[in-house]
């Protein structure tokens, strides 16, 4: 493989255009023919830490690790001496006597990731699977080849980020990357508290703008993501209640009608239905929600992959 190469994966802006476009490539041609990696990193060792809750990540970064052939072990801070007091770096330290290739840790503290980066062996890849409000960059990724795959290139790409976009992770990764590989436009909308604070606007870039309606917002928008309120993540601001939220912020059938002819739905799940998305909506024709769970897969292995083999 002959990439730039990648020690850790811990936020799309610690990467080069050069390697995230690298990454969706690999991602693509893992997607259209898996078989031709399967055990191509037999024998190596993955080690899942996840302090918060997870379905698709830690699920995704297990099957991929299983479809290439790795070992793969599971550690939750539920179960593990993490309830016992021992501390993160002593639990990393002892996952690392072990001699793992990659350890996907998920937490509730922003900068775990790279923590654990800057403690890490030379032959150990620590990937970010959500640290606290910071970044989920694997989630980005798979959006984002996601959206190549349904729209094109990324230039011609109007994009409607809804929901709780301050206290979104995921919200953060995918408009770093999204901005950075040149798409046209994002329009953030949602309740004034859960918008990002102006200085934080200002260091988004011109391409991104801020709505308050939704039916401006997807206006000739040719891809809506939904995000959920991270309930876990907010104190000290009132939430609307969840038929309030889903009458003014939620996604609805009429809102793809005002939107582009071809517009496309993602999110990155869990899903709030009947909160910020309509059944309608989540399982409508548009909605590309399974097809991003597909290629989150694909999108790990290629991470993998690349970390390794780089
Ligand atoms: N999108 C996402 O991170 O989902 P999980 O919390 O289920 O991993």
Redo the contacts with the bound molecule.
């Keep these: 493989m002959n990439q730039p190469a990648l020690q850790h994966f811990t936020d799309v802006a610690e990467c080069t255009p050069e390697q995230l476009l690298a990454l969706l490539d690999l991602a693509d041609q893992i997607a259209a023919d898996p078989e031709a990696v399967t055990n191509s990193l037999s024998g190596r060792l993955l080690v899942n830490l996840f302090y918060?809750?997870?379905?698709?990540?830690?699920?995704s970064f297990e099957v991929a690790g299983k479809r290439l052939g790795m070992l793969v072990a599971n550690v939750s801070a539920t179960g593990s001496s993490v309830e016992k007091g021992e501390t993160l770096d002593d639990t990393f330290h002892t996952i690392q006597a072990m001699a793992p290739d990659c350890v996907v840790l998920?937490h509730p503290d922003p900068g775990t990731a790279k923590h654990l980066a800057n403690l890490a062996a030379d032959s150990v890849h620590v990937i970010n699977?959500?640290d606290g409000i910071a970044a989920?960059p694997s989630?980005a990724l798979l959006d984002a080849m996601t959206l190549r795959q349904a729209l094109g290139d990324f230039a011609g790409i109007r994009l409607v980020m809804a929901g709780d976009i301050r206290h979104s992770r995921?919200a953060r990764s995918s408009i770093r990357l999204l901005t950075t590989l040149g798409v046209e436009e994002i329009r953030i909308c949602g309740p004034r508290q859960f918008q990002p604070t102006a200085e934080r606007l200002a260091e988004l870039g011109p391409r991104v703008s801020v709505f308050e309606q939704l039916e401006d917002a997807v206006d000739g928008a040719n891809a809506i993501m939904m995000l959920r309120i991270q309930k876990e993540r907010i104190s000290g601001i009132e939430i609307p209640g969840a038929d309030e939220y889903h009458q003014r912020w939620g996604l609805r059938a009429e809102h793809l009608e005002m939107a582009g002819p071809n517009c496309v739905v993602l999110h990155?799940?869990?899903m709030n239905r009947g909160v910020e998305i309509a059944s309608e909506v989540a399982d409508g024709p548009r909605s590309l929600i399974r097809r991003q769970v597909r290629n989150?897969l694909y999108a790990r292995m290629a991470l993998l992959k690349y970390l390794m083999e780089s």
């Design positions: 918060e809750p997870s379905t698709r990540t830690r699920l998920r699977a959500g989920h989630q995921v990155p799940g869990p989150g």
